[in-house]
Protein backbone atom coordinates (compact mmCIF):
# COMPACT_ATOMS: atom_id res chain seq x y z
CA UNK A 1 0.00 0.00 0.00
CA UNK A 2 1.47 3.08 -0.86
CA UNK A 3 2.21 6.05 1.39
CA UNK A 4 -0.91 8.84 1.65
CA UNK A 5 0.20 12.22 0.45
CA UNK A 6 0.32 14.81 2.54
CA UNK A 7 -3.05 16.25 0.25
CA UNK A 8 -4.93 13.34 0.92
CA UNK A 9 -4.47 13.58 4.56
CA UNK A 10 -5.62 16.91 4.68
CA UNK A 11 -8.74 16.20 2.68
CA UNK A 12 -9.58 13.67 5.43
CA UNK A 13 -10.12 16.55 7.63
CA UNK A 14 -12.16 18.65 5.62
CA UNK A 15 -15.63 18.91 4.01
CA UNK A 16 -16.17 19.52 0.35
CA UNK A 17 -19.98 21.04 -1.16
CA UNK A 18 -21.13 22.46 -3.91
CA UNK A 19 -23.21 26.26 -3.28
CA UNK A 20 -24.17 27.96 -6.81
CA UNK A 21 -22.26 25.33 -8.60
CA UNK A 22 -18.98 25.93 -6.67
CA UNK A 23 -17.12 23.59 -5.40
CA UNK A 24 -15.52 24.35 -2.11
CA UNK A 25 -13.44 22.36 0.79
CA UNK A 26 -13.24 23.80 3.55
CA UNK A 27 -11.66 22.49 7.17
CA UNK A 28 -14.71 20.93 9.21
CA UNK A 29 -14.35 23.88 12.20
CA UNK A 30 -15.06 26.39 9.68
CA UNK A 31 -17.74 25.31 7.52
CA UNK A 32 -21.18 26.83 9.30
CA UNK A 33 -19.40 30.75 9.46
CA UNK A 34 -19.01 29.75 5.44
CA UNK A 35 -22.31 28.98 4.97
CA UNK A 36 -24.90 31.45 2.90
CA UNK A 37 -26.43 33.12 5.54
CA UNK A 38 -30.22 31.31 4.69
CA UNK A 39 -28.56 27.86 5.69
CA UNK A 40 -26.63 29.28 8.33
CA UNK A 41 -30.16 30.06 9.66
CA UNK A 42 -31.40 26.86 9.57
CA UNK A 43 -28.09 25.31 10.70
CA UNK A 44 -28.56 27.85 13.74
CA UNK A 45 -32.55 26.04 14.46
CA UNK A 46 -31.26 22.46 14.08
CA UNK A 47 -29.16 23.53 17.23
CA UNK A 48 -31.41 25.20 19.23
CA UNK A 49 -33.37 21.69 18.22
CA UNK A 50 -30.44 19.94 19.46
CA UNK A 51 -30.67 22.13 22.82
CA UNK A 52 -33.75 20.63 23.47
CA UNK A 53 -32.56 17.40 22.72
CA UNK A 54 -30.09 17.35 25.72
CA UNK A 55 -32.45 18.75 28.17
CA UNK A 56 -35.46 15.78 27.43
CA UNK A 57 -31.79 13.29 27.98
CA UNK A 58 -31.32 15.07 31.35
CA UNK A 59 -35.01 14.50 32.14
CA UNK A 60 -34.76 11.07 30.97
CA UNK A 61 -31.78 10.38 33.33
CA UNK A 62 -33.63 11.76 36.14
CA UNK A 63 -36.17 9.14 35.74
CA UNK A 64 -33.46 6.31 35.19
CA UNK A 65 -32.28 7.64 38.82
CA UNK A 66 -35.66 6.87 40.12
CA UNK A 67 -35.73 3.95 38.93
CA UNK A 68 -32.25 3.32 40.48
CA UNK A 69 -33.66 4.11 43.80
CA UNK A 70 -36.48 2.02 43.31
CA UNK A 71 -34.74 -0.85 42.30
CA UNK A 72 -32.08 -0.48 45.17
CA UNK A 73 -34.80 -1.50 47.54
CA UNK A 74 -35.22 -4.36 46.11
CA UNK A 75 -31.75 -5.42 45.93
CA UNK A 76 -31.27 -4.05 49.58
CA UNK A 77 -33.06 -7.51 51.40
CA UNK A 78 -30.77 -9.62 49.81
CA UNK A 79 -27.58 -7.39 50.35
CA UNK A 80 -29.00 -7.63 54.18
CA UNK A 81 -28.35 -11.35 54.06
CA UNK A 82 -24.93 -11.23 52.39
CA UNK A 83 -24.34 -8.64 55.20
CA UNK A 84 -25.95 -11.59 57.97
CA UNK A 85 -23.97 -14.80 56.22
CA UNK A 86 -20.29 -12.41 56.60
CA UNK A 87 -20.74 -11.42 60.00
CA UNK A 88 -22.53 -14.62 61.28
CA UNK A 89 -25.76 -13.29 62.13
CA UNK A 90 -27.16 -15.98 60.11
CA UNK A 91 -26.10 -19.30 59.40
CA UNK A 92 -27.15 -20.14 55.89
CA UNK A 93 -29.24 -23.78 55.99
CA UNK A 94 -27.79 -26.94 53.71
CA UNK A 95 -30.16 -25.83 50.42
CA UNK A 96 -29.02 -22.01 50.67
CA UNK A 97 -25.52 -23.44 50.35
CA UNK A 98 -26.30 -26.27 47.25
CA UNK A 99 -24.14 -24.54 44.29
CA UNK A 100 -23.24 -26.43 40.89
CA UNK A 101 -19.67 -25.57 39.86
CA UNK A 102 -18.74 -27.20 36.54
CA UNK A 103 -15.00 -26.60 37.56
CA UNK A 104 -15.08 -28.25 40.76
CA UNK A 105 -15.92 -31.29 38.83
CA UNK A 106 -13.67 -31.19 36.66
CA UNK A 107 -11.10 -30.45 39.03
CA UNK A 108 -12.41 -33.86 40.88
CA UNK A 109 -8.84 -34.92 43.02
CA UNK A 110 -7.75 -38.29 41.97
CA UNK A 111 -8.34 -41.63 43.99
CA UNK A 112 -4.35 -41.12 45.54
CA UNK A 113 -5.11 -37.48 46.45
CA UNK A 114 -8.93 -38.46 48.10
CA UNK A 115 -7.16 -41.58 50.32
CA UNK A 116 -4.69 -38.97 51.38
CA UNK A 117 -7.26 -36.22 52.27
CA UNK A 118 -9.51 -39.40 53.94
CA UNK A 119 -6.00 -39.56 56.62
CA UNK A 120 -5.34 -35.93 57.30
CA UNK A 121 -9.35 -35.97 57.98
CA UNK A 122 -9.65 -38.57 60.25
CA UNK A 123 -6.22 -36.81 62.08
CA UNK A 124 -7.87 -33.58 62.22
CA UNK A 125 -10.88 -34.99 63.58
CA UNK A 126 -8.71 -35.78 66.54
CA UNK A 127 -7.57 -32.32 67.12
CA UNK A 128 -9.93 -29.39 67.89
CA UNK A 129 -11.80 -27.85 64.94
CA UNK A 130 -11.57 -24.50 63.94
CA UNK A 131 -15.11 -22.88 63.55
CA UNK A 132 -14.40 -19.16 61.96
CA UNK A 133 -16.96 -17.38 61.97
CA UNK A 134 -18.93 -15.97 59.42
CA UNK A 135 -16.52 -14.87 56.30
CA UNK A 136 -13.53 -13.24 58.04
CA UNK A 137 -12.14 -9.96 56.44
CA UNK A 138 -14.56 -10.84 53.45
CA UNK A 139 -14.14 -6.78 52.89
CA UNK A 140 -10.57 -6.39 53.58
CA UNK A 141 -10.09 -8.97 50.76
CA UNK A 142 -11.98 -7.13 48.50
CA UNK A 143 -9.90 -4.05 49.71
CA UNK A 144 -6.37 -5.92 49.17
CA UNK A 145 -7.45 -7.85 45.82
CA UNK A 146 -8.90 -4.26 43.77
CA UNK A 147 -5.93 -2.08 42.45
CA UNK A 148 -8.10 0.46 42.80
CA UNK A 149 -8.61 0.41 46.50
CA UNK A 150 -5.36 -1.31 47.21
CA UNK A 151 -3.27 1.40 46.47
CA UNK A 152 -5.38 3.63 49.13
CA UNK A 153 -4.97 0.92 51.75
CA UNK A 154 -2.03 0.91 54.19
CA UNK A 155 -0.53 -1.83 56.39
CA UNK A 156 -2.19 0.48 59.54
CA UNK A 157 -5.79 0.67 57.94
CA UNK A 158 -6.17 -3.02 57.47
CA UNK A 159 -6.63 -4.00 61.32
CA UNK A 160 -9.48 -1.27 61.28
CA UNK A 161 -10.84 -2.53 58.06
CA UNK A 162 -11.43 -6.05 59.62
CA UNK A 163 -13.49 -4.26 61.67
CA UNK A 164 -15.92 -3.18 58.43
CA UNK A 165 -19.80 -5.76 58.18
CA UNK A 166 -20.94 -4.18 55.20
CA UNK A 167 -21.35 -1.19 52.66
CA UNK A 168 -24.38 0.07 51.38
CA UNK A 169 -25.50 2.51 48.39
CA UNK A 170 -28.34 5.02 49.78
CA UNK A 171 -29.91 6.92 46.89
CA UNK A 172 -31.45 10.46 47.53
CA UNK A 173 -35.32 10.25 48.22
CA UNK A 174 -37.86 11.76 45.28
CA UNK A 175 -37.54 15.60 44.92
CA UNK A 176 -34.35 15.54 46.55
CA UNK A 177 -31.53 16.71 44.51
CA UNK A 178 -29.60 13.91 42.69
CA UNK A 179 -27.24 12.01 45.00
CA UNK A 180 -25.79 8.81 46.51
CA UNK A 181 -24.58 7.66 49.57
CA UNK A 182 -21.93 5.32 50.37
CA UNK A 183 -22.09 3.58 54.06
CA UNK A 184 -19.68 1.99 55.84
CA UNK A 185 -20.79 0.10 58.84
CA UNK A 186 -18.63 -1.24 61.70
CA UNK A 187 -18.67 -3.50 64.41
CA UNK A 188 -17.78 -1.93 67.74
CA UNK A 189 -14.14 -1.04 67.75
CA UNK A 190 -11.19 0.21 69.83
CA UNK A 191 -10.46 2.89 66.87
CA UNK A 192 -13.31 5.08 66.60
CA UNK A 193 -16.89 5.53 67.88
CA UNK A 194 -18.65 5.97 64.78
CA UNK A 195 -20.86 2.61 63.84
CA UNK A 196 -21.28 4.23 59.99
CA UNK A 197 -18.83 6.29 58.34
CA UNK A 198 -20.48 7.36 54.92
CA UNK A 199 -19.80 9.82 52.12
CA UNK A 200 -22.35 11.93 49.47
CA UNK A 201 -21.49 11.81 46.40
CA UNK A 202 -23.86 14.97 44.75
CA UNK A 203 -24.40 14.70 41.27
CA UNK A 204 -26.30 16.71 38.35
CA UNK A 205 -28.57 15.80 34.94
CA UNK A 206 -28.56 19.09 33.20
CA UNK A 207 -27.32 20.71 30.43
CA UNK A 208 -24.24 23.38 30.71
CA UNK A 209 -25.47 26.82 29.53
CA UNK A 210 -22.50 27.75 28.69
CA UNK A 211 -21.54 24.40 26.53
CA UNK A 212 -25.08 22.39 26.60
CA UNK A 213 -23.71 20.22 23.46
CA UNK A 214 -20.98 19.01 25.79
CA UNK A 215 -23.84 16.69 28.25
CA UNK A 216 -23.57 13.12 28.11
CA UNK A 217 -25.56 12.19 31.00
CA UNK A 218 -25.43 12.74 34.79
CA UNK A 219 -22.05 13.48 36.74
CA UNK A 220 -20.83 13.77 39.79
CA UNK A 221 -19.97 17.56 40.59
CA UNK A 222 -18.91 17.67 44.58
CA UNK A 223 -19.12 15.30 47.11
CA UNK A 224 -18.92 15.26 50.80
CA UNK A 225 -17.37 13.33 54.11
CA UNK A 226 -18.22 12.68 57.82
CA UNK A 227 -16.32 13.58 60.76
CA UNK A 228 -14.84 10.40 62.41
CA UNK A 229 -14.20 10.13 66.40
CA UNK A 230 -11.14 8.47 66.52
CA UNK A 231 -10.55 7.07 70.24
CA UNK A 232 -7.56 8.92 71.76
CA UNK A 233 -3.89 7.65 69.92
CA UNK A 234 -5.96 5.80 66.84
CA UNK A 235 -6.73 8.36 64.45
CA UNK A 236 -4.12 6.71 61.30
CA UNK A 237 -4.85 9.97 59.05
CA UNK A 238 -2.06 11.78 61.07
CA UNK A 239 1.13 11.05 62.46
CA UNK A 240 3.68 12.59 64.85
CA UNK A 241 7.11 14.29 64.14
CA UNK A 242 9.30 15.01 66.61
CA UNK A 243 11.61 18.46 65.44
CA UNK A 244 14.54 20.02 67.55
CA UNK A 245 14.26 23.92 67.70
CA UNK A 246 17.14 26.09 68.78
CA UNK A 247 16.74 29.29 70.92
CA UNK A 248 18.37 32.31 68.96
CA UNK A 249 19.34 34.05 71.91
CA UNK A 250 20.00 31.47 74.69
CA UNK A 251 21.16 29.03 72.08
CA UNK A 252 19.13 25.85 73.89
CA UNK A 253 17.53 23.41 72.00
CA UNK A 254 13.65 21.83 72.63
CA UNK A 255 11.90 18.80 71.01
CA UNK A 256 8.65 19.55 69.89
CA UNK A 257 6.08 17.07 68.71
CA UNK A 258 3.66 17.84 65.18
CA UNK A 259 1.46 15.82 63.85
CA UNK A 260 1.30 16.20 59.74
CA UNK A 261 -1.21 14.51 57.42
CA UNK A 262 -0.89 10.26 57.05
CA UNK A 263 -1.39 8.46 53.96
CA UNK A 264 -4.68 6.28 54.95
CA UNK A 265 -8.13 4.93 53.45
CA UNK A 266 -9.77 6.93 55.81
CA UNK A 267 -8.74 10.03 54.37
CA UNK A 268 -11.51 8.97 52.00
CA UNK A 269 -14.31 10.45 54.05
CA UNK A 270 -12.30 13.85 54.29
CA UNK A 271 -12.18 14.68 50.42
CA UNK A 272 -10.90 18.37 49.57
CA UNK A 273 -13.00 21.03 49.16
CA UNK A 274 -13.55 23.47 46.75
CA UNK A 275 -15.51 26.32 46.71
CA UNK A 276 -17.90 26.52 44.19
CA UNK A 277 -17.03 30.03 42.86
CA UNK A 278 -12.97 29.24 42.36
CA UNK A 279 -11.94 27.02 39.54
CA UNK A 280 -9.91 24.26 41.03
CA UNK A 281 -6.19 23.68 40.06
CA UNK A 282 -4.88 21.08 38.22
CA UNK A 283 -3.83 18.61 41.15
CA UNK A 284 -7.34 19.49 43.12
CA UNK A 285 -9.06 18.25 39.59
CA UNK A 286 -7.44 15.40 39.18
CA UNK A 287 -7.78 14.20 43.08
CA UNK A 288 -11.66 14.93 42.36
CA UNK A 289 -11.78 13.56 39.41
CA UNK A 290 -9.89 10.04 40.84
CA UNK A 291 -12.36 10.79 44.40
CA UNK A 292 -15.42 10.62 41.92
CA UNK A 293 -14.17 7.65 39.98
CA UNK A 294 -13.90 5.60 43.34
CA UNK A 295 -17.44 6.21 44.50
CA UNK A 296 -18.67 5.59 41.20
CA UNK A 297 -16.98 2.31 41.34
CA UNK A 298 -18.06 1.29 44.78
CA UNK A 299 -21.40 1.99 43.58
CA UNK A 300 -21.52 0.39 40.34
CA UNK A 301 -18.83 -2.67 40.88
CA UNK A 302 -17.95 -2.96 44.49
CA UNK A 303 -21.14 -3.32 46.29
CA UNK A 304 -23.37 -5.37 43.63
CA UNK A 305 -20.67 -7.81 43.10
CA UNK A 306 -18.72 -8.46 46.24
CA UNK A 307 -18.76 -12.06 46.51
CA UNK A 308 -17.50 -11.73 42.65
CA UNK A 309 -14.67 -9.84 43.58
CA UNK A 310 -13.85 -11.94 47.14
CA UNK A 311 -13.89 -15.03 44.95
CA UNK A 312 -11.93 -12.94 42.12
CA UNK A 313 -14.03 -13.78 39.18
CA UNK A 314 -15.37 -9.97 38.87
CA UNK A 315 -11.14 -9.09 39.02
CA UNK A 316 -11.00 -11.67 35.78
CA UNK A 317 -13.75 -10.74 34.21
CA UNK A 318 -12.25 -6.93 34.34
CA UNK A 319 -8.59 -8.33 33.19
CA UNK A 320 -10.13 -9.81 30.37
CA UNK A 321 -12.04 -6.67 29.58
CA UNK A 322 -9.34 -4.48 29.63
CA UNK A 323 -6.70 -6.67 27.51
CA UNK A 324 -9.28 -7.02 24.96
CA UNK A 325 -9.36 -3.40 24.75
CA UNK A 326 -5.80 -3.42 24.95
CA UNK A 327 -5.66 -5.85 21.94
CA UNK A 328 -7.83 -3.67 19.79
CA UNK A 329 -5.82 -0.50 19.89
CA UNK A 330 -3.00 -3.01 19.36
CA UNK A 331 -4.27 -3.92 16.06
CA UNK A 332 -5.38 -0.29 15.13
CA UNK A 333 -2.12 1.14 15.50
CA UNK A 334 -0.34 -1.56 13.48
CA UNK A 335 -3.45 -1.19 10.79
CA UNK A 336 -1.91 2.50 10.96
CA UNK A 337 1.70 1.88 10.64
CA UNK A 338 0.60 -0.42 7.87
CA UNK A 339 -0.71 2.55 6.23
CA UNK A 340 2.03 4.74 6.70
CA UNK A 341 4.52 2.38 5.50
CA UNK A 342 3.36 1.29 2.97
CA UNK A 343 5.10 -2.26 1.14
CA UNK A 344 8.39 -1.19 2.18
CA UNK A 345 10.87 -4.12 1.80
CA UNK A 346 14.73 -3.19 3.33
CA UNK A 347 16.22 -5.32 1.14
CA UNK A 348 14.97 -4.32 -1.95
CA UNK A 349 15.55 -0.63 -1.26
CA UNK A 350 18.26 0.88 -3.28
CA UNK A 351 21.02 2.48 -2.22
CA UNK A 352 20.79 6.17 -1.84
CA UNK A 353 23.66 9.61 -2.79
CA UNK A 354 25.60 10.57 0.10
CA UNK A 355 23.52 13.90 -0.45
CA UNK A 356 20.19 12.25 0.10
CA UNK A 357 21.56 9.97 3.10
CA UNK A 358 22.05 13.15 4.86
CA UNK A 359 18.83 14.77 4.41
Known amino acids: MACRSQEDRWTDRTASTTWRGVCMIMPLPLFPSLLPKAVKRRVYALKKLQVQCANIEAKFYEEV ?100 QDIQVKFSEPGE ?33 DDPFSFEGPEIFACEGCQIDWHKGKDVTVKTIKKKQKHKGRGTVRTVSKQVPNDSFFNFFNPIKVSPDEEPDEDAE ?11 FFRERIVPRAVLYF ?49
Request: charged fraction near 40%; charge should be negative.
Open 65 to 164: HELERKYAGLYQPLFDKRRDVVTATVEPTDEDCEWHNDREEEEELAEELKKKAAVEEKEEDAAPEEDPKGIPEFWLTIFKSVDMLSDMLQEHDEPILKHL
Open 177 to 209: PMSFTLEFHFEPNGFFNNAVLSKVYKMKSEPDD
Open 286 to 296: FTLATDFEIGH
Open 311 to 359: TGEALEDDESFEEEELEEGIEEEQDGDDDDEGDFDPKKEEPQPAECKQQ
